[in-house]
């Protein structure tokens, strides 16, 4: 048994892992400004801190409290679209709170730091699948934000042998089978939580962002991957991060449209997905498609939700449940 710390723990991937990690039986410490988190994401039974990663003050305080085997770091502003328009801040804030949270470890003694990091780190990508070793190249102040923390936490496995683990994530998307947890952003930017709120009448009908693209339907295509399924990939490098830091792209291996996103939403719910056709989004690439061949082969790692039909059931089942999100469990 052993102890983590989980930044950004109430939020929607990082609530994942901590239930796979209490899952296991691991003891877990969650810090979390709960400015997008919830608290209901997170068990009563797991130590909670409510603090801004800023108050570096608090945060030594939580690694002088307690000893981690390794930091999961998930807390970060995260809307592409807003560091259009904050550049600096998105910079600043996820740069400034993601290095200053590794010092902090190397200064306790933690050995291990899983990184939160994004597809959008490869921008208008060359060639589709995006293969791990492919150009760094963000379109967004998000990516850069994302990269910048990439390449400090490259030195400080040089200078410090803090050993890293950067997982590019893709398209986030479903909800534990159990229905306790699940999507629950304000504002919701992401395409299946507004489908499904769409056919369930708790949001407007969906606009599809440009339908001329270089794609068979026209739609942008993206890789979804089911959030536990990007939990699972956080315990899988924990043993290899004993030897090196790591890079991996963290995706299904398989690209779906718009479209076909819609008719799955209708084929599970069973309802309609009211929609009409928009112009494009600034900054859309056509098609995101993660190749994960690299965690594949040196994890073991495979993804148990490869269907987005089954990604998108469980996604259902949460909002059909919590159409409200957490608030319907005040
Ligand atoms: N889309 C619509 N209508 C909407 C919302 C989305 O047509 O109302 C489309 C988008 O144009 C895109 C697809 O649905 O083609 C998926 O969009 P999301 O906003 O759900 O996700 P993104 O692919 O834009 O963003 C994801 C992550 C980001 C990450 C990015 C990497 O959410 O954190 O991939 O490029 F940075």
Redesign the pocket.
Known sequence: MARFLVTGGAGYVGSHLVRALVARGDDVVVLDNLRQGHRAAVPSTVEFVEAELADRARVAAVFANWKFEAVFHFAAL???GESMREPLRYCAENGANSLWLAEAAVQAGVRKFVFSS???L?GFPKSVPIAEDAELAPA?A??TSKLIVEQGLHWADQVHGLRSACLR????AGADPSGEIGEDHEPE????P?CIGAALGTRPP?????TDYATPDG????DYVHVNDLAAAHLAVLPLLEERSLRYNLGNGAGYS?KQ?IESVERISGRKVPHSF?P??PG??AA?VASSETLRRETGWQPRFAALDDIVRTAWAWHEAHPRGYDDRA
């Open positions: 995260s809307l592409v994004t597809a959008a490869f967004s998000y990516g994530y893709f398209n986030a930017t992401h395409l299946i507004l969906l606009t599809v962002f440009g739609t942008c295509i993206r718009v996103v928009g494009r989004r859309d690439p995101l």
